[in-house]
C-alpha cells in the first residue's frame, strides 16, 4: 500500500470528509476494561452474535494497521465490509488499530453496523500491531470465539516483501517475515487463505517463510503496488456470503478477479494498475527445492553463467513500477524464460520450476498497464546493482531459510559484486 502513500496529497479531501465521519458508526456495546498486557495477561472477548456451525462456515479476519498514514482509508473499508455484514455463515472480524486517536478496538462487523468485542479508543488500549503476539492473540481469540470451518486472514496495512509488513507509527514497530511466521506458528488452525492488502507481498522468499509453519494453505499478494482503496472488500464478501459452500481454491479466484475487476476503470475510464496473485503455499517447497538445484549449478560455474543471469535479470519485469523501474523484486517466472532463451543447458533445471508453474500460482491477473503480458504471479529478490536495493545482511536475516536453503544470497552477492 506504499501508493496510498504516495497519493495522500491527491486525497486531501477525501482524507477530510473520512476523518470527520471515522467514528460515526461505532457503538460502544462492550468494552472489557482489562490493560493488555500481550506478554503476561491473557485478553477475554465478549463474543457478539457468534455463527452457528450449521453447514459450511467461515471466520474472515482482517488485521488492520492503520497506525501511520493510512490512518482515513481504514474507515473505508469497514464500511465496505459493513455493507455486506456478518451472516449465519460467515462471521466478519477486524482488529484495528489508528495513527490518529489512541486505543485499539475488535469489532465484529454486521450488517450496516459494527460491534465493539473487546477495547476502547483510549491509551489502555494501545496495541503494538507490530508485535507478533498481538497478531497471534488475535488470531487465537477470533478462532476461539468464532470457530468455522474456513479461515481468512488480511493483513492490512503497507507491505515490502522480505523487509516485512505493518509499520505502527505509535510504537514505531512493524512484523518481519520471520515475526509473521512465528505468530502464525502459535495459532491452533490452518488459515485457508491468508491475504496481503499490502505492497509486494506476492514474494517467493515470503511466501516459503511462511509455509513453513503449515498453517497457511493459500496466499493471496500483489506482485506490485496496491492501489489506493486496496481491496474491494464489499465485492470479495458478498460472493462469500452468497456461496459459503464454495472450495478455497474457487474462493481465492474469486478475490483475485474481483479485486482486479474493481480496478479496471475509474469514472474517467482511467484504469489504475493492479496485480493480485493466489499461491499454493503447500506446493511452494517443491519450487524452492528445483530453485535450489538451479542455483547449484549457477553458483558452481558462475563465470560461465554471470552476464546470462545478469542480463536475465535486466530483461525480467522488475517490481516496483515507480522509480522508473529501478525496484528490487522481479518476476520470476519471466526471469527464467529469459535464461531458458539464453542458456539451453539449463533445461533440465529450469524446465521442472516452468512445469510446476500451474501448480503453484492457482490465480493471477492485473489491469491493462505496463506489466500486463509478463506477469507470472510470484516475485524473487533481485536487485539492479551493488548501490540500488541491495541489502544482503538484512535480507538474510529476515529470510533466513530461503537465503540459505536456495543459495540465492551467495548467488546474488556473486552477480552483484
Request: charged residues 20%; hydrophobic residues 40%; aromatic residues 12%.
Amino acid at each position: 500500500m506504499w501508493e496510498k502513500f504516495i497519493n495522500n496529497a491527491t486525497d486531501t479531501n477525501i482524507l477530510i470528509r473520512v476523518c470527520a465521519s471515522m467514528y460515526k458508526y461505532i457503538k460502544l456495546i462492550s468494552i472489557i476494561a482489562v490493560a493488555l498486557m500481550l506478554s503476561s495477561s491473557i485478553i477475554t472477548i465478549q463474543v457478539v452474535s457468534a455463527n452457528s456451525n450449521n453447514g459450511n462456515t467461515w471466520t474472515f479476519m482482517v488485521y488492520i494497521v492503520a497506525d501511520n498514514n493510512l490512518d482515513p482509508y481504514a474507515e473505508l473499508d469497514l464500511r465496505e465490509m459493513e455493507s455486506v455484514g456478518s451472516t449465519s455463515s460467515v462471521n466478519i472480524v477486524a482488529l484495528v488499530d489508528l495513527l490518529n486517536v489512541n486505543g485499539s478496538v475488535l469489532y465484529y462487523i454486521g450488517k450496516g453496523s459494527r460491534s465493539i468485542i473487546w477495547g476502547n479508543w483510549s491509551s489502555e488500549y494501545e496495541l503494538n500491531m507490530g508485535d507478533p503476539e498481538a497478531l497471534a492473540w488475535f488470531v487465537n481469540e477470533t478462532v476461539r470465539n468464532y470457530p468455522a470451518d474456513h479461515y481468512v486472514l488480511v493483513l492490512w496495512d503497507h507491505g515490502d516483501g522480505w523487509n516485512g509488513f505493518g509499520w505502527d507509527d505509535t510504537n514505531n514497530d512493524h512484523l518481519t517475515i520471520e515475526e509473521i511466521k512465528e505468530a502464525l506458528s502459535n495459532i491452533p488452525v490452518k488459515i485457508d487463505i491468508l491475504g496481503f492488502d499490502a505492497c509486494l507481498m506476492s514474494n517467493l522468499e515470503v511466501i516459503y517463510t511462511l509455509s513453513l509453519t503449515s498453517k497457511v494453505e493459500v496466499v493471496i499478494a500483489s506482485e506490485e503496488f496496491i492501489p489506493n482503496y486496496g481491496w474491494p472488500y464489499d465485492k470479495i464478501l458478498e460472493k462469500l456470503v452468497e456461496n459459503p459452500d464454495i472450495s478455497i481454491p474457487d474462493f481465492a479466484k474469486v478475490i483475485v478477479e474481483e479485486y482486479v475487476k474493481s480496478y479496471s476503470r475509474d469514472s474517467q475510464g482511467f484504469a489504475p494498475y493492479a496485480t493480485l496473485s493466489a499461491v499454493d503455499a503447500s506446493v511452494v517447497g517443491v519450487t524452492v527445492s528445483q530453485l535450489k538445484n538451479l542455483t547449484s549449478i549457477l553458483i558452481k560455474d558462475i563465470n560461465k553463467y554471470k552476464s546470462s543471469v545478469k542480463a536475465s535479470s535486466e530483461d525480467a519485469e522488475r517490481f516496483w513500477f515507480g522509480m522508473w523501474r529501478q525496484g528490487p523484486y522481479i518476476d520470476l517466472k519471466d526471469f527464467l524464460l529469459n535464461l531458458l532463451t539464453l542458456e539451453k543447458n539449463l533445461k533440465p533445471y529450469i524446465e521442472p520450476i516452468l512445469s510446476n508453474w500451474d501448480n503453484l500460482v492457482i490465480a493471477c491477473n492485473s489491469t491493462r498497464g505496463p506489466h500486463a503480458d509478463t506477469t507470472y504471479g510470484l516475485t524473487i529478490y533481485f536487485p539492479r546493482n551493488r548501490n540500488q536495493f541491495y541489502y544482503p545482511e538484512p535480507y538474510y536475516s529476515s529470510v533466513p531459510e530461503f537465503a540459505n536453503e536456495t543459495g540465492w544470497y551467495q548467488l546474488l552477492n556473486l552477480i552483484l559484486k
